[in-house]
Each structure stands twice: as C-alpha cells, then as structure tokens.
C-alpha cells in the first residue's frame, strides 16, 4: 500500500464534501465510473537509478462519487519476478473506515497479459486501474507499459490502448481508443456484446448483386468492395449510377461503377506507384495527345507543344584516323532539366565546306536532358554540326 503524498485530498468520503467539492466531484466523477483529467495525470515513469521504482505524475483521478487530487508525484516500488508477470497498479478506494481512505496498490498477475482480479466494488471497496506493467526476471524496470487511464468529460470516453474495454463492460458503456469508436449493447440474442457503431451501418453480403438495408453501407464481397444502397429499393441494381469504394489488399484504392469497370484506380506495382482508369482510357477524341504529368506526379492539360531547342556544337576529332580511314570524335550536349517531359527526337548535320569528307554524324544515347554526337571525317581536327532537339 503507498499512500497518496502530502498536501493529496480525496472528497467525497463521508464529511468531506461541502458545496464546492460537491461541484467537482459531479464535473468529473457524473461523466464516467472512472477517469483521470489530463494527459499527464498518474503517468507512469521509471524511477532513474532505482530498481523497479516508477512514478505516478500528480493529476486528479476519480470514481463514481470520489475525486483525488495528488498535486505531486508519488513514488511506487514494485516486485521483482521468478517469471514474466503482468502487474496491475490501481487507486484504491475504501469507504469502510469512519472517513474513507485512496491508496496506490500493486496487485500482482500471472503471465497472461490480462487485468489480475481486483476489488470492484463502489462504495465499499473499489480498485481503478492505471497501468499494466510487464515485470522480467533480472530486470530493473518493467518491460512495458500498458496505459489503462480512461479521460471522461462532456459525455465522452477515450483511452488509448483496448485492454481498457475489460473494464468498462457495463451496458451503454461507449469509449473511443485509437480512433475506433466501441460501443457495449445488448446484442440481438440477449447478452451484452462490444460492437463498433461505424459497422452497424454496413450489411455484409457475397453476393454480386449486393443487397441489403436501405440507404446503408454495404460489404459487397471477400474482396472488400463497398457501394452504397439505393434510398428507395434497398437494392444495388446495374441501371443506377452507384460508385463503390474498393479497399483492396496492399494500400490499393478504387472507385468502381456499377457495370463499367474502374473509373479511378490508384496502386503500385513491380515498378511504382500509378494511376488506372477505364473511364478515361474508353472516352476518345481526335485531337492530338494533351495530357502532361509533371515531375511532381501532378496530372494537367498541355495546351503548347515545347519549343524545340537547336544549336551548333564543335566536335574535337581524334588525330590519328582509324583502320577505316576517318578521324573520329563524339561529344555531349546538356538540355536544361524540364524542357521536355518525354526523351526527345534529335536531328544533326555537319557544317562542313567540304561534305564528301564526312562519314557520319550521329546523334546517340538521347535523355531528356541530353545527348550525344559522333563524328567521323576523313581530314581535320574538328567539325561543326548543327542539332535540333524536338519531341514527337
């Protein structure tokens, strides 16, 4: 047992409630059957240099009719293990003496990651659950932490991990934990069952026709098509012009419609990311392509075909001629990066006085951003060619 450090107050125990605590106790304790008020209320840390010490941060912590107020942090010492054993740390209430009395108790576990038995029992004696620790043989501090604190106000619940459902089980009982909504109903052959509310408005069918309540979500197939129902018919009949979400397996996407295929498909592939449709692969036209992906993936419509670029370049020759009789030499040429979005076509000519000299001009290894010529001349240390790059 470790008390809670001086200057703490609980109310709510008997004689200890006048107007104002009465005002607290109801804004915290009315919202839920248990509760903690901040983020860093009763947060548990390892204690540096003390064998399985963690510190509980000062915060206010409630149960239904009790609030505790502990404006500094308390200390707890915690048993060393013979095997892994899950503890849990709780605030315990006890309404039995003449002025009831919040202690910070340790109840040890087994080796089942699961909440130990514990008091449950308001208005006698009550235990809240805070954390699950994992206690290993030789270590000196806990090998995880499971946060079991529960924030209430306003008529919502949310924790953050969903051990705390094994508490919360009491008929109405709705938490939030890591953006799943849960929700504890009387299920449909009496007993009481965690269900999400999201899914209640979803029908699951195999079918391809997929039927199922009106106006309602429904699972279309094992391959986790979804489409919305029409209104009036509760059917998903091919005449509507219904567009289904397609969750697929590895992060693909689809928007589908009733009998015409995928009008937008977004996934990846052995060579990347992409993006599909039939809808725009089916519409045609006869005007010249205009489509333009820029180097950021964004998709826009080309109105101008790129300028084409042209200059001259002189290419250095080799000095001594080859076993064919020509001097030969190649040379690079840079477009700048964005000038053309697609490899272009690259046209090249010698200047020469003298054409019969030339054996070939080339141009070769064509990028985006640039290309190669090749030369071969007969006579002569250099030769001048002109090229003009334009895509097709």
Request: with cysteine; net charge negative.
């Amino acid at each position: 047992m470790v008390a809670l450090p001086a200057g703490s107050a609980s109310y709510g125990y008997d004689g200890s409630a006048d107007e104002t605590a009465f005002h607290k106790i109801m804004d915290y304790s009315a919202s839920s059957r248990y509760g903690v008020n901040t983020p860093g209320a009763f947060k548990a840390t390892n204690v540096a240099g003390q064998a399985l010490q963690i510190s509980l941060a000062a915060g206010t912590a409630w149960t239904a009719g009790v609030i505790d107020i502990m404006p500094t942090a308390q200390t707890v010492q915690l048993n060393a293990a013979t095997s892994t054993r899950w503890d849990l740390v709780v605030l315990r209430r006890d309404w039995q003496p003449t002025i009831g009395v919040t202690t910070i108790e340790v109840i040890q576990g087994t080796s089942a990651k699961a909440l130990p038995s514990r008091n449950n029992n308001g208005g006698v004696l009550d235990d809240q659950p805070l954390w699950l620790l994992r206690i290993e043989p030789g270590q000196s501090v806990p090998a995880e932490f499971v946060d079991l604190r529960l924030w209430a106000r306003n008529g919502g619940c949310t924790a953050n991990d969903d051990l705390v459902r094994s508490y919360l089980s009491t008929t109405g009982a709705s938490v939030e934990i890591n953006g799943v909504l849960w929700l504890y109903r009387v299920g449909a052959n009496g007993t009481n069952e965690w269900v999400k509310p999201v899914e209640l408005a979803m029908a699951a069918d195999s079918s391809s026709s997929s039927t199922g309540a009106a106006g309602k979500l429904v699972r279309r197939d094992s391959n986790h098509r979804f489409g919305i129902l029409d209104p009036v018919t509760a059917t998903h009949p091919a005449s509507k012009g219904y567009v289904d979400f397609e969750i697929q397996d590895h992060g693909h996407h689809a928007l589908t419609s009733e009998g015409d295929g995928i009008v937008l498909f977004v996934g990846s592939d052995s060579r990347g990311k992409y993006v599909d449709s039939d809808a725009i692969r089916a519409r045609t036209y006869d005007e010249a392509p205009n489509m333009y992906i820029g180097s950021d993936g964004k998709i826009g419509r080309s109105t101008n075909a790129p300028t084409p670029r042209f200059g001259t370049v002189s290419v250095p020759l080799s000095s001594s001629a080859g076993s064919d009789g020509f001097h030969k030499g190649t040379i690079n040429v840079n477009i700048p990066s964005g000038v053309f979005d697609q490899t272009p076509v690259v046209f090249v000519s010698a200047l020469s006085e003298a054409p019969e000299l030339i054996g070939a001009v080339t141009a070769h290894d064509r990028t985006k951003t640039g290309f190669l010529i090749s030369v071969a001349r007969r006579t002569g240390t250099t030769t001048t060619v002109a090229w003009w790059a334009v895509t097709s």
